[in-house]
């Protein structure tokens, strides 16, 4: 006889919610008081669950910062940022593609990325490298960028390939971000304009 293994898609389902609640009050603890300061069990009664539920559904501390931080890194923004590069032919064009897209990703996570790892930013090696896995990743990106620029003959006299990468993450970078959105309390979209002219002005033979 076959023994047909059942799986609550209920209890499938309520495992999931569960998850989902202690990752946003996580979140919220986080940003609210730093990641330092929270623990476990604050964790567990923002979320209304026991301490074991949080370990057996969300893992440490870790874990769930490190859960939090996935969408960022994974944003679709980064894709389509990248598409549009790729079609573009005016160089112009291409730094204002690459700036809307840093954009979008800080803008839809900025209170993770500006409160949490700005801030306060942890001390975990787990969390230290996976920010630096996206650090290397953002400069993959920028290659991409500055590759498209070279085939448009786009770059002024004296800028090679890695000055110019440099230049495009001192510009369009998370620390741009951080210090005028977040310091100097620029809106998004004044900080995408001015970043995206200052990169062109820097970069290109025709800004």
């Known amino acids: 006889m076959t023994v047909r293994k059942y799986t609550s898609q209920r209890r ?3 495992a999931a919610a569960t998850r989902e609640a202690i990752l ?3 979140r919220a603890l986080f940003t609210a008081r730093g ?3 929270v623990t476990i069990g604050e964790i567990a009664e923002a979320a ?3 301490v074991p539920t949080v370990y057996t559904s969300a893992g440490n501390k870790p874990t769930i910062l490190l859960a939090l931080l996935e969408p960022a890194l994974k944003d679709p923004a980064v894709t389509e940022t990248l598409a549009a590069v790729t079609a573009a032919d005016d160089p112009r064009a291409v730094i204002a593609a690459t700036a809307h897209g840093t954009r979008l990703t800080h803008e839809r996570h900025w209170d993770l990325v500006y409160g949490i ?3 306060n930013p942890p001390g975990e090696p787990a969390v230290k490298a996976v920010l630096d896995r ?3 990743d953002y400069t993959q990106a920028l290659t991409h960028v500055v590759d498209r620029l070279v085939r448009l003959d786009a770059l002024q006299a004296g800028i090679g390939h890695p000055t110019a990468i440099d230049l495009l993450f001192f ?3 998370p620390h741009a971000w951080m210090t005028l959105v977040g310091e100097r309390g620029w809106s998004f ?3 995408e304009t001015w970043i995206a002219r200052a990169a062109s002005r820097a970069l290109l033979k025709n800004p």
């Open 24 to 26: 946003a009050s996580a």
């Open 171 to 173: 510009y369009l970078g």
């Open 189 to 191: 979209e004044r900080t």
């Open 134 to 136: 996206g650090a290397d």
């Open 35 to 37: 990641y330092a300061s």
């Open 117 to 119: 790892f700005y801030r």
């Open 12 to 14: 499938a389902t309520s």
């Open 48 to 50: 209304q669950v026991a």
